[in-house]
């Protein structure tokens, strides 16, 4: 059974610091992810009232972000839970198979979920609405001709966290 207040579910949160800015982490009782925000994000969560401060959920996720940050880690082992349309679970999902490093396109994110040509664009509001930013890398995705687009954490995010991971030369 989940903890309530008020017959809601609980919300933890902490905030955690990073060289991308600080990062905003949610969990629910059962201690499972449910966002990763920056300040400034399209979409973006903030602390509601009700929520509960408590790092004590976030700690292996604090340890494996620093070393992702540190260039020792390529992939996250956290329990993750994002709620959305069918389709844009599918397509978080497919997001979680971009590797470390390399770059994918939204028309090639539309074809592993099967879905239309015409359905990139819904293919990349979903992406835009991913609430677990560097977890589930939306990072990863670029514009078919290699145009750094449409990431909800703003595009310089975007920019170092391709740099650290070799995907793009640094452009400083």
């Known amino acids: 059974m989940t903890p309530t207040t008020t017959g809601t579910p609980v919300t933890y949160w902490t905030e955690t610091y990073s060289p ?5 982490l949610t969990a ?8 990763l925000s920056v300040p400034g994000q399209k979409g973006g969560r903030t602390v509601q009232d009700g929520w509960r401060h408590d790092s004590g959920p976030f700690r292996a996720a604090e340890e494996q972000l620093a070393a992702y940050f540190a260039g020792e ?3 996250f082992r956290l329990p993750l839970r994002a709620e959305g349309t069918a389709f844009r679970e599918r397509v ?6 971009v590797p470390y490093g390399a770059t994918t396109t939204y028309g090639e994110i539309a074809a592993r979920v099967g879905a239309s040509r015409p359905a990139v664009r819904a293919v990349g509001g979903a992406i835009g609405a991913n609430p677990l930013l560097i977890l589930r ?9 290699g145009a750094l687009t449409g990431y909800a954490g703003g595009l310089d995010r975007k920019t170092r966290l391709l740099t650290l991971e070799g995907a793009l030369r640094d452009r400083s």
Do not use: F, K, N
């Open 20 to 24: 991308v800015g600080p990062l905003l």
């Open 28 to 35: 629910g009782a059962d201690g499972a992810l449910t966002s």
């Open 73 to 75: 880690l390529t992939r």
């Open 92 to 97: 978080w999902a497919a997001l979680d198979d």
């Open 137 to 145: 890398p939306c990072h990863r995705v670029i514009g078919a001709g």
